[in-house]
């Protein structure tokens, strides 16, 4: 998974989670684990301040995503916007037609191949379809493709995009149930998304597809599923990773697998519960097996499912964004800088809700701060902003598109 100068506040129940991704994707903690964290930061750490909406610096940050060392793109309500320049200035990118506040997700493949997913149609979200937009040039141009033939779903919650190459994707739409239940649809294409065919999805999760045939779905109403597919996505198999000593009897919430070469798959996962704390995985063998890679002792305890954020760059650089913390490794968890994250005016977030780096030196934050009137916890307010940085966490600039 960046906009404006106006001055908003951003109620609780108007975040949903992390959406997009990235060329070596980003993947998002389940929808949920970012509400949760999100609220919790509103909730439970507010600032009392006479006028909540002024803290906040340009448009709510809702979804973001680091191509390159300087080009990305970040999506408020306002716009979907993309950057050249590392997040000094911004170009407006949002498919025409639409609104940004109907945008599902956001998928670019590199920095000009991007693919957009967005109700349409009816205004009751019960009721509402999914179109797609793709461009081949940076967000210049959009064309619509086929509609997402999402009739057998009573309602839509969110949507997930993952492509391969230009003409090979998938995207997992999410049934709109309540919290008990993860329920989703997914639909392929072969032919860039001008025609989708349905396929069964065993949970309403983020996936991500490393290979024509190989793909993963992570998530489940408590995170705590993980399921592969070696055939595009016609059948699953679900998937147990042993947990490390000690966390026998936390909760694991999974991420996602990234593929950092030909070969190696890493995965992350989050251990809520008493003992709390953030593990990583290797395979080599299409996940098969996994190797322990090592494990970060949690700075709070983590809930169900567990909020957290991890962002694997390549075999060995991956960041972590735990509460308030910031970690990056670029020795494959062998040890670990912890970063001090702040923005232009010296003040601390409540909370660091997704991280994405490109190497270990450049990478950007979303960070959540939860305001609250007079010091109360009700009517609270989120402030979510995008910050840089390139020297590795030891600065960072808050970035207003």
Same mark, same amino acid.
């Given at each position: ?5 106006? $001055? ?49 610096? !340009? ?18 309500? @306002? *716009?979907?916007?993309?950057?050249? *320049? ?5 170009? &407006? ?13 956001? /998928? /670019?493949?590199? $920095?000009?191949?991007?693919? &957009? ?11 509402? #379809? ?21 009739? =057998?779903?009573?309602?839509? $919650?969110?949507?997930?995009?993952? /492509? ?10 999410? +049934? ?7 329920? !989703? ?5 072969? @032919? ?53 000593? !000690?966390?026998? #009897? =936390? ?56 909020? /957290? $954020? ?24 062998? =040890? ?55 020297? +590795? ?9």
């Amino acid at each position: 998974m960046t906009h404006y100068s106006e $001055s908003l506040e951003v109620t609780t129940n108007s975040v949903e989670g992390c959406r997009g991704s990235r060329p070596k994707p980003m993947r998002c903690a389940p929808a949920g684990a970012i509400s949760a964290l999100l609220l919790l930061a509103a909730c439970g750490g507010g600032s009392a301040v006479e006028n909540p909406a002024a803290k906040q610096t !340009g448009a709510a940050v809702y979804a973001m995503q680091l191509l390159t060392l300087d080009e990305g793109w970040a999506l408020t309500q @306002d *716009d979907l916007s993309f950057t050249q *320049d590392g997040g000094s200035t911004w170009s &407006v990118i949002t498919p025409g037609g639409i609104s940004a506040n109907n945008i599902e997700d956001v /998928f /670019f493949l590199d $920095s000009r191949y991007g693919w &957009v997913a967005a109700s349409v149609g009816s205004s009751d979200a019960a009721r509402a #379809a999914i179109s797609l937009f793709s461009t081949s040039d940076g967000g210049r141009t959009w064309l619509a493709r086929g509609p997402i033939p999402t009739a =057998s779903l009573t309602g839509i $919650s969110t949507a997930s995009i993952d /492509f391969i190459d230009p003409q090979n994707g998938w995207v997992m739409v999410k +049934a709109a149930t309540n919290a008990n239940f993860s329920i !989703g649809e997914l639909f392929r294409t072969s @032919d860039g998304g001008v025609s989708w065919t349905s396929l069964a999805i065993p949970i309403g999760g983020p996936i991500n597809f490393v290979t024509i045939s190989e793909g993963w779905t992570a998530g489940g109403p408590a995170g705590d599923q993980l399921h592969v597919t070696h055939d595009g996505g016609n059948s699953w198999q679900r998937q147990t990773i042993t947990p490390p000593a !000690g966390f026998e #009897a =936390s909760n694991p919430t999974y991420q996602v697998p990234e593929l950092t070469n030909s070969q190696e798959l890493v995965l992350s996962v989050g251990f809520g519960g008493p003992t709390s704390g953030i593990a990583f995985y290797s395979s080599d063998d299409s996940g098969k097996s996994w190797a322990l890679r090592g494990i970060v002792a949690s700075a709070q305890e983590l809930g169900i499912p567990a909020a /957290f $954020s991890a962002d694997i760059v390549d075999s060995r650089v991956w960041a972590l964004a735990n509460g308030t913390r910031i970690l990056t490794t670029a020795d494959a968890g062998a =040890s670990w800088r912890e970063t001090a994250i702040r923005g232009n005016s010296g003040e601390a977030p409540d909370s660091v809700a997704a991280v994405d780096f490109t190497s270990a030196e450049t990478g950007w934050a979303l960070t959540s701060t939860g305001l609250c009137p007079s010091g109360l916890k009700l009517g609270c307010t989120i402030v979510s902003q995008l910050l840089t940085t390139s020297d +590795a966490g030891q600065t960072w600039t808050v970035r207003t598109p």
